[in-house]
């Protein structure tokens, strides 16, 4: 299937500049939704708030992949934002952008939605991965054999699991 946008995504946030995000904010979208699984007192609320969105729509999507409950939810939460199509000439092409018009504090959820349903629909989180060991169960990008986000919970996972083995025969 083609790409239905463009990969770069601007979002206005009033009279400020507006924000470009290309595939490498992928990135920052899974620390942002890793963030919710470690201590979050020291954070401003709405830091842990914009987390813990990214961090639930994330995990309904790796478990179940696009439900309708999912899409159900991004619906209601994107309803208020307002699209605009801009034409720009890249390297003499024609390329147009949608932009989102967003307020200068959106609403957590409406931000995290909208990051979201954008990157997944431009197939960015189509390797997205949990880690599968209990300590860490972070998300991360990687091939469907990979089992966990480094190498260093490949490896505890390992010698964990070799220590149970180990007890068994004594
Ligand atoms: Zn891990």
Request: glycine content about 4%; hydrophobic content about 30%; charged content about 25%.
């Amino acid at each position: 299937m083609g790409k239905a946008l463009h990969d770069c995504i601007y979002v206005i946030k009033d009279e400020k500049e507006p924000q470009r995000y290309d595939k490498s904010s992928v990135h920052f979208l899974i620390d942002g939704a890793n963030s919710h699984l470690t201590n979050n007192g020291d954070r401003p609320k709405d830091k842990v708030a914009l987390s813990k969105s990214i961090f639930n729509l994330m995990s309904e999507y790796e478990k179940n992949g696009p439900t309708n409950q999912l899409i159900n939810e991004l619906t209601k939460f994107l309803e208020p934002v307002r699209y605009q199509c801009i034409i720009q000439r890249i390297n003499r092409k024609l390329v147009t952008f949608h932009v989102a018009h967003l307020q200068h504090h959106p609403d957590p959820g409406i931000l995290a939605c909208y990051l979201f349903s954008n990157m997944v629909s431009l197939g960015w989180l189509e390797n997205l991965k949990r880690c599968q060991s209990s300590e860490c169960n972070k998300f991360f990008l990687g091939r469907s054999n990979v089992k966990w986000c480094s190498k260093t919970c490949g490896s505890r996972a390992r010698v964990k699991k070799m220590r149970k083995k180990n007890k068994n025969y004594i």
